[in-house]
Every structure is written in structure tokens, then in C-alpha cells.
């Protein structure tokens, strides 16, 4: 059901943004110290931001209530590739999310699977997706499928049917995220194509869109860091940094999206704001 934006709830909303990050009486400031990434990520700010607002998040947020997010995905939400469990990109957004918002409960689930493609999340869906009755959902996707040649013409309606499942049944706030730039994925054929359909598939089903891939890619192609910089030893997942900035990224996206002062319903006809770009 579309949620009619009122001035109530953008003065709800800007005050608990403002509450997270005001100064106390002292003149210290009430939220910790920001995650530590060393070296500093390279993220430019178009590809930390969602073109959508996130309209549940936000409402919890207005209202000082908890918030859930659930991340879905492969490995590299699982967290392959890091040194610790608390060094994968879920494990990282919530430090990001606690360090912009001290004042609110937010817990991030972890739900990535090794081995997983697109089929087998879809399978998991109500087990470990909607049981949660999550408030945002994150689905990593299209890595694997790319790798074990799922046709795409198939893989389409997997995506389509997917985000349809995960509206009607949860009434989450829903992000894409796309697949990452490593070695073995620009090595194979369909990596383009997947990435592009990907981003299909958020326009027509109006949901947001992580750019991961271009993120990365932008790190390899226009600021030069090696792969080993980003990217495990066995050319395909990631490491710590990558893990923590593409966390940051995340995160600087929810913040913003979360807290903007036109919140629609994901699937009602989205107003412009002069704070889109």
C-alpha cells in the first residue's frame, strides 16, 4: 500500500537524522568514532546513493523504532574472502549504520550461502529472508549464475518473480546488488550483460540498485589499485578493504535514503527532490 509523505514525517524523520548526529551539552559528539579503513575507500558519492528512498526504514526511523535489514546472497555475502566474521560487508554496515545512528536499535542479518546462485536464494526466501520479517532486504546476486552459465533469458523472470516475492510477502524496502569486478568475473562472457539486466530489472520493478560492480570497477579502471589491492588471491572474492568500503558505500546509501523527506512506497510513482543528486 503507497505511503502518503507528510510534513510530520519529514520532521520525524530529519529529527531522528539530527538526534544521531548532533553534539551533546558538552560539545562531544554523541556518535563513536567511524569505522576504521585503512587505507582510506575511493567511493565517488553517485555510487553511494539510491536513486529511491527507503520508505519502511525511514518510517521505523521517524518512529524510533527498531530496524531490521537481511542480507541474501553467495559468498561474497557470506563473507568469503575475509579474515574474520566480523570483517564481511553485513558485519561492517552494521558499525556503519550504529556509527551514523547510535541513538537506534539496527540489526543486520547475515543470510549468504556459499555456492548459492539466483535459484537457490529464491528457494530460501521464506526460511531465511521473510521469517525474518525484515524492514530492508539486500540480495546479492548474479555472480554465480554468470559463472555457471545460466541462460539469461531464464535468469530474467528468476529476478522479476523474485522481487515480486519479496514485496507482497515481507513489505521491505528492497536493494539489488549487483555482482562484484574480479578476475574471474570480467573473464566470463556474460558479465555485462548480467550487470545491465540486473539493472533492468530495478528500474522496471522500481527498487534500488547497488552499483558494486562499477564501484569496483572504478577502482581498477580509473584510480589504478592493483586486484590484489581488492580482490582475494583466488581472483574472485574479497578482502577485508573491499569488504569495509563497499560497507561504507552501503551504508552512506541507507542513511541518505532512509532520512529523506519524501518517502513513497517501492512501486508508487516517485516525486523529484532536489536532494536526488
Known amino acids: 500500500m503507497a505511503f502518503a509523505p507528510t510534513r510530520r514525517y519529514a520532521l520525524l524523520a530529519a529529527a531522528a537524522f539530527l538526534t ?10 554523541r556518535r ?48 568469503e574472502g575475509a579474515s574474520s ?5 553485513p558485519s561492517r554496515l552494521r ?6 545512528f547510535p541513538t537506534l536499535d539496527i540489526a543486520v542479518v547475515n543470510r549468504g550461502v556459499n555456492g548459492d546462485n539466483d535459484y537457490d536464494k529464491r528457494d530460501r526466501f521464506e526460511r531465511d529472508v521473510i521469517a525474518e520479517k525484515p524492514d530492508v532486504v539486500l540480495w546479492q546476486l548474479g555472480t554465480n549464475s554468470m559463472l555457471h552459465g545460466n541462460p539469461l533469458e531464464k535468469h530474467i523472470a528468476v529476478l522479476q518473480g523474485g522481487v515480486a516475492h519479496l514485496r507482497k510477502a515481507s513489505g521491505a524496502d528492497i536493494v539489488l546488488i549487483d555482482p562484484q569486478y574480479a578476475p574471474k568475473v570480467i573473464r566470463g562472457a556474460g558479465a555485462n550483460s548480467i550487470v545491465a539486466m540486473i539493472a533492468e530489472t530495478a528500474r522496471g520493478a522500481n527498487v534500488n540498485l ?39 558505500a552501503l551504508g552512506t546509501a541507507i542513511a ?11 512501486g508508487a510513482p516517485q516525486t523529484p527532490t532536489s536532494s536526488a543528486r
Open 20 to 29: 544521531a548526529t548532533a553534539p551533546t551539552a558538552l560539545g562531544q559528539p
Open 32 to 79: 563513536p568514532d567511524p569505522p576504521a579503513i585503512t587505507p582510506p575507500c575511493i567511493i565517488p558519492p553517485e555510487l553511494a546513493h539510491f536513486d529511491l528512498p527507503l520508505p519502511r526504514a525511514g518510517r521505523r526511523m521517524a518512529a524510533q523504532q527498531p530496524i531490521k535489514i537481511v542480507a541474501i546472497g553467495s559468498s561474497s555475502t557470506y563473507g
Open 85 to 89: 566474521p566480523d570483517r564481511t560487508y
Open 95 to 100: 558499525l556503519e549504520l550504529a556509527y551514523r
Open 210 to 248: 547497488f552499483r558494486r560492480y562499477e564501484l569496483m570497477r572504478r577502482w581498477r579502471e580509473v584510480e589504478q589499485l592493483a586486484f590484489d589491492k581488492f580482490i582475494s588471491p583466488d581472483e574472485l572474492h574479497m578482502n577485508d578493504w573491499s569488504y569495509a568500503c563497499i560497507a561504507r
Open 256 to 266: 541518505d535514503a532512509a532520512t529523506r523527506s519524501t518517502p513513497t512506497a517501492q
